[in-house]
């Protein structure tokens, strides 16, 4: 067996001609423990993401909107379990890591600790909350780890069905009388900064991107992706009559990106801190998922066993 040094070096030469990491492969401790980090915390924050659009199934307007909306919260359903089997690849276990989100251990995205006060809000999170995950996740379709890129492909692909039915959702209401009209421009209002908060603090501030951006995990930095999220959202607002909710916003023809105001890195540290307006609620949901639904892996385990038993 070599020696780690040996090791470490292949696998930096692996990673750095572009060979992609499969989980049977040598690969150094700290890497899988921050794959586990950030595939968690990603599959977390899918699950929590279908509580705030969840509130609206049984309130949609009309049956076609609610189809709409139960398809895309099953979506994210399906996210979240898939990159939950992606982790397991790592040897995480999954128990342990729904117990690390029940116990505050682990994060989730800020963004789902935000409440959703109207209809509209599900426009802004279907245009602007799946607008950020896929500028994200396709970006995350190349990363070095291959069961979390290859995931990244399929999810990506719904992602952008949610994002064209928000934008839908909100070019409607764009459409309709004055009071439609505010409750769209409201909910940008709300929803616009916490959105660009979703990319993570600045690169001078993070602490995870530049070894994350040396093992190809992540290929662009936060402030990258954040900055090709805002350059290709704000034409669309445009396209519909929506103004985002920062009067330093503006094209710079020189550098052919907008540039943007101040965010209030105080509040996203509050949220990620669990002092969010929703993170008690969401966390309490989930737990309490997690006990109603004990019985049923219950009896999924018994009937395996008993198959298993009736097989061998
Ligand atoms: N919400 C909560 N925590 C956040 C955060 C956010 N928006 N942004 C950063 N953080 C946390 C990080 O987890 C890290 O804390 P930790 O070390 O305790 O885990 C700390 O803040 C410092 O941030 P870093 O930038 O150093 O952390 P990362 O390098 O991990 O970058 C990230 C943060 C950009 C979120 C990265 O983890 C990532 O790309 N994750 C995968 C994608 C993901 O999780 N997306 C969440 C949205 S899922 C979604 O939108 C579903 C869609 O279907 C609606």
């Given at each position: 067996m070599e020696d780690i040094p040996a090791l470490e070096k292949k696998f930096e030469e692996k990673i750095a001609s572009g060979i992609v990491i499969e989980p049977k492969d040598w690969m150094p401790e700290r890497y899988?423990?921050?794959?586990?980090r950030m595939m968690s915390q990603h599959a977390h924050s899918e699950v929590v993401g279908m509580l705030p659009e969840g509130n609206w199934v049984t309130r949609a307007p009309s049956l076609r909107r609610k189809v709409g909306l139960l398809a895309k919260v099953q979506d994210e359903a399906g996210h979240g379990l898939y990159i939950y089997s992606a982790t397991e690849t790592l040897g995480a276990d999954r128990a342990k890591l729904v117990d690390d989100l029940h116990t505050g251990k682990a994060k989730y995205s800020s963004i789902f600790n935000y409440p959703t006060l109207t209809w509209a809000d599900i426009g802004a999170i279907g245009w602007l909350v799946d607008g950020a995950a896929i500028v994200n996740q396709t970006a995350l379709a190349k990363c070095s780890y291959g069961p979390y890129a290859r995931a990244m492909i399929r999810i990506c692909k719904e992602e952008s069905f949610h994002n064209k039915q928000g934008y839908e959702i909100l070019a409607s209401l764009m459409k309709g009388p004055p009071e439609q009209q505010k409750m769209a421009q409201d909910s940008i209002n709300r929803w616009w900064?916490?959105?660009?908060?979703?990319?993570?603090?600045?690169?001078?501030a993070s602490p995870n991107s530049e070894e994350l951006m040396r093992w190809k995990v992540k290929r662009y930095t936060n402030d990258e992706l954040r900055?090709?999220?805002?350059?290709?959202?704000?034409?669309?607002?445009?396209?519909i009559g929506l103004t985002m909710p920062d009067p330093d916003l503006k094209y710079n023809e020189t550098t052919r990106h907008y540039e943007f105001g101040e965010i209030n890195w105080e509040e996203f540290n509050q949220v990620i801190k669990g002092n969010g307006p929703c993170n008690y609620e969401r966390v309490h949901a989930r737990k309490d998922a997690d006990e109603k639904g004990l019985w049923v892996r219950e009896?999924?385990?018994a009937y395996a066993k008993k198959k298993l038993t009736m097989n061998s």
């Open positions: 899988r423990k921050q794959l586990i900064w916490p959105c660009l908060m979703m990319f993570g603090p600045s690169d001078g900055q090709r999220f805002i350059d290709r959202t704000i034409p669309q607002a445009e396209h009896a999924a385990e």
